[in-house]
């Protein structure tokens, strides 16, 4: 699935370099980061060229964070964030570029907590995931959630690059006793794609793990969530994260420097037509407006 | 280059155009030739001398992006923790336990070193005193070919098919943990381990195998007492090559291992080695940060491992050499 993910853009590179050479604006906006938000990338570089007066695009994935590098590099137009961007990024910006990141809000997306079809359990609280990831958390085996269970949870999880991982551990790890934020627990697989994750997952009858929304598969099964022990729990829904029903939904953004360029600022507002969001919307998050 | 040959060539010219044999300059033909001779020495004395000046290289240019962080690195916590957490959560400082990464090294090597090694060199001593030279040849192009797989596929067949058998047997909970990335580096370095060890088989003299046999000694005498001992040193030599193709490799344990950062309790857990955190997290680090150093460190620390590795072997064959003269 990586590798598809990675070829696609790619093939967006030669076709916009097929199409510079015909004349039409040889600049290329170059968008990179968010290995969640890599389908909807390509998905608008696929739809926005092509048009009198729009530049070709050219997206990628890495993770949330190699696009802010990329951005604090100069190498990167456009960041793809399934993340806020941090203080310290935001500072190392301004640093490096001598301007400051600007944020656009373009949809949010809902993380689902995916098991095993075989697995008995359909609902979790947001506490008892905390206590199953994090480091000394109490939970470490299945039997202590469903006696007809039998073994030690296999946790699946993105890696630390990931904006799925950062917000994943602020939402469910959260702040420990002393008030610092908790750490994930050693002996989490981290796997470097989102469908990866569902792959895995549907091959380990003892496996939970995290991963966007829109990657479900007929072969994993999501657990409803609940915000707090005994409060009830809540499936992953678009309308639940919008509403803010859901607990873990998190919103997505772009993240420019400076003022953007004629080109750029075109594109993000394409980004925020309705033809963007469609694609949004298609990839299966739920849209800014 | 050019001056030497076109000289070489007036020279020559000079030859051909009328003087007689006896009557040529021997001196005008010497000096061209010298200075030929001289440049390529030269050539070749760089080429040799390249390879300790790449390596000077490469250690410098490791060292180099590393230095800022050797003097504030926490260097008990790199060597005694597991905790490796680059990006910490909010608020929290990062920590850059190491103990976990290097563990995964060392365990999956092992184990492929333990599938490798007596296969490999079982394999080369079937190929070399037992197989047809018709078979042998064969087994060998395939054996080259094998070894010449790209390891993104070798990763590609841990991840799809090793993965699941492993699982289904062992009743593994996960299919990628450090049997398969093992299994997978052991067979990465096989083809190795068999291709170098036949080599070092076949140039043991006839007459060591005629001698022995003479002597009334079984197939598996010669092997055990004759072409064993005789072909020590290139058979040490396969056996590091294929222990270093396992150490360095990155692609097929980033797929096949489960990248989780634990030391391993047993053979099917998931775990994370060096290589594969330098391959996963570099892209993500900005140049220069504390965690781009620390993980130009892990790759010092690699270096470091391969070097003991060889100083070690180097030091055995030495070992086994003055043994052997002695006796």
């Known amino acids: ?289 | 280059m050019m001056p030497a040959s076109a000289r070489a060539g007036v020279t020559r010219g000079q030859t051909r155009s009328g003087r007689a044999t006896s009557l040529r300059s021997p001196r005008a033909k010497s000096r061209g030739l010298r200075l030929g001779e001289r440049l390529i020495e030269g050539f070749i004395v760089l080429c040799g001398w390249s390879s300790i000046l790449c390596m000077a290289a490469i250690f410098l240019f490791l060292v180099r992006e590393a230095a800022p962080v050797l003097t504030h690195l926490d260097w008990h916590e790199f060597f005694t923790s597991t905790r490796w957490i680059p990006a910490p959560a909010k608020g929290n400082p990062a920590h850059y336990g190491a103990l976990a990464l290097m563990v995964g090294t060392l365990t999956t090597t092992l184990v492929a070193m333990v599938v490798a090694v007596p296969s490999g060199l079982a394999a080369a001593v079937y190929l070399s005193e037992f197989a047809t030279r018709r078979v042998r040849e064969t087994f060998k192009v395939i054996i080259e070919l094998l070894a010449a797989v790209p390891s993104v596929v070798w990763g590609f067949l841990g991840l799809m098919v090793v993965g699941p058998v492993v699982s289904e047997l062992t009743g593994a909970p996960l299919g990628t943990n450090l049997l398969t990335g093992g299994l997978v580096l052991g067979l990465m370095s096989a083809p190795v381990i068999v291709s170098i060890s036949e080599d070092a088989l076949r140039a043991v003299p006839d007459s060591y195998r005629e001698a022995a046999l003479a002597l009334g000694a079984s197939k598996w005498d010669l092997v055990k007492r004759v072409l064993f001992p005789a072909a020590r040193n290139g058979l040490l030599a396969a056996c590091l090559l294929g222990l270093g193709r396992a150490v360095g490799e990155t692609m097929a344990v980033l797929l096949a291992t489960g990248h989780a950062n634990q030391v391993p309790h047993s053979l099917v857990d998931p775990v994370r080695t060096l290589t594969a955190a330098i391959a996963a997290e570099l892209g993500e680090a900005p140049r220069g940060s504390e965690h781009y150093r620390a993980l130009f460190l892990l790759g010092v620390v690699l270096l470091v491992f391969t070097f003991i590795i060889n100083v070690t072997a180097d030091l055995v064959i030495k070992g086994i050499r003055r043994k052997g003269e002695s006796t």
């Open chain 1, 1 to 289: 699935m990586g590798l598809v993910r990675a070829i696609i853009p790619m093939v967006l590179v030669l076709a916009a370099g097929c199409r510079a050479e015909r004349g039409v604006p040889n600049h290329t906006l170059s968008i990179k980061g968010s290995d969640t938000l890599v389908q909807v990338a390509t998905g608008w570089a696929e739809h926005y060229a092509g048009k009198p007066g729009r530049v070709p695009v050219n997206a990628s994935g890495g993770g949330s964070g190699v696009g802010i590098a990329g951005l604090i590099d100069g190498t990167v137009d456009i960041a793809t964030s399934s993340r806020e961007i941090r203080p310290r990024e935001r500072a190392a910006v301004l640093e490096h570029r001598g301007q400051a990141v600007q944020e656009h809000f373009i949809g949010s997306d809902a993380l689902a907590i995916f098991v095993h079809p075989s697995n008995p359990i359909d609902a979790l609280s947001l506490s008892q995931l905390g206590e199953i990831w994090s480091e000394g958390g109490t939970l470490t085996d299945w039997s202590q959630l469903d006696a007809s269970m039998r073994g030690r949870f296999v946790l699946i999880g993105r890696q630390n690059s990931s904006g799925t991982y950062d917000y994943f551990r602020e939402v469910v790890c959260g702040p420990g006793a002393d008030g610092k934020g908790r750490e994930f627990r050693g002996g989490v697989s981290e796997l470097s794609g989102s469908s990866e994750v569902i792959e895995k997952i549907a091959g380990a009858p003892l496996a939970l793990g995290y991963s966007g929304m829109g990657y479900r598969t007929p072969r994993v099964k999501w657990l409803a969530i609940a915000p707090k022990d005994g409060s009830p729990a809540v499936l992953p829904s678009a309308e639940g994260a919008r509403s803010g029903h859901y607990p873990l939904a998190r919103r997505l953004f772009l993240y420019t420097v400076g003022e953007p360029t004629p080109a750029s600022r075109a594109f993000l507002e394409w980004v925020l037509s309705d033809e963007g969001q469609e694609i949004v919307a298609r990839e299966g998050y739920v849209p800014a407006r």
